[in-house]
């Protein structure tokens, strides 16, 4: 079955720190991914998404993921947290072929310390 | 512009009454969502709609559980009767054809006591 899996409930770093949210999806064709972050209180905004083509997908606010097949992952970066990135994050995949029927994971939330 | 608008906001309810969310999405779009969030079990997809006609229910929990779309600017999910396990945040989103950025509404937070 498809699945994808955050392996990090919980994440705290420091201001200005680099970050990486690690996420794992289980999916025999080729994945649709995408990240997407919760701010408290609201609802979900996409970070952003693979579809195919180059393995480094750039986003919104300075982040970052790759894709790497043979690992089945699509971890999230950034290369210094700011204050306002404390969210909760979530990973997700397309499914049966259809990139809008997503799969969410179980969450990560960040915390920044100043 | 407006985003995907969801009411209540917050809804505190008792066993066995109807609970009706409702959800404007944003005009233009195709695509309309339900899910829903626990912290148990986290974001399910409940049912999905294309151009108002229901794509894949498969997520939705029982009977008790009930989507209507009756035109590409409002969505309903009913609960009849509601239960305390069916305490969670409700989220509708939609999107623009399949591209996979969803926009959701803030959520419909259920307490049923």
């Known amino acids: 079955a498809q699945s994808v899996t955050q392996p990090d409930i919980h994440i705290t770093v420091s201001e200005g720190a680099s970050l990486e949210l690690r996420c794992n999806y289980s999916?025999?064709?080729?994945?649709?991914l995408f990240w997407y972050v919760q701010s408290p209180g609201q609802g979900l905004q996409l970070l952003l998404k693979?579809?195919?083509?180059?393995?480094l997908v750039q986003g919104i606010k300075g982040f970052e993921a790759e894709f790497k097949r043979s690992q089945s992952s699509f971890n999230l970066r950034k290369p210094s947290v700011h204050w306002s990135d404390a969210a909760e994050y979530f990973c997700?995949?397309?499914?049966?072929?259809?990139?809008?029927?997503?799969?969410f994971g179980t969450g990560t939330l960040l915390a920044v310390q100043p | 512009d407006a985003g995907v608008i969801q009411s209540p906001r917050h809804e505190v309810t008792e066993m066995g009454q109807e609970v009706t969310l409702r959800c404007k999405p944003i005009?233009?779009?195709?695509?309309l969502f339900w899910y829903r969030q626990t912290m148990m079990r986290g974001l399910e997809l409940l049912i999905y709609?294309?151009?108002?006609?229901?794509?894949?229910d498969s997520g939705m929990p029982e009977d008790r559980f009930s989507a209507k779309m009756p035109n590409a600017s409002f969505s309903t999910l009913k609960i009849q009767p509601s239960e305390p396990r069916d305490s969670a945040v409700y989220f509708c989103?939609?999107?623009?054809?399949?591209?996979?950025?969803?926009?959701f509404g803030e959520g419909s937070r259920l307490t049923v006591l």
């Open positions: 989103a939609s999107s623009y054809r399949a591209t996979g950025e969803l926009f």
């Open positions: 999916y025999g064709a080729t994945p649709y």
């Open positions: 693979y579809f195919s083509g180059d393995t």
């Open positions: 997700a995949v397309g499914i049966g072929g259809a990139t809008n029927k997503l799969i």
């Open positions: 005009s233009g779009h195709d695509y």
């Open positions: 709609f294309n151009n108002n006609v229901p794509i894949d």
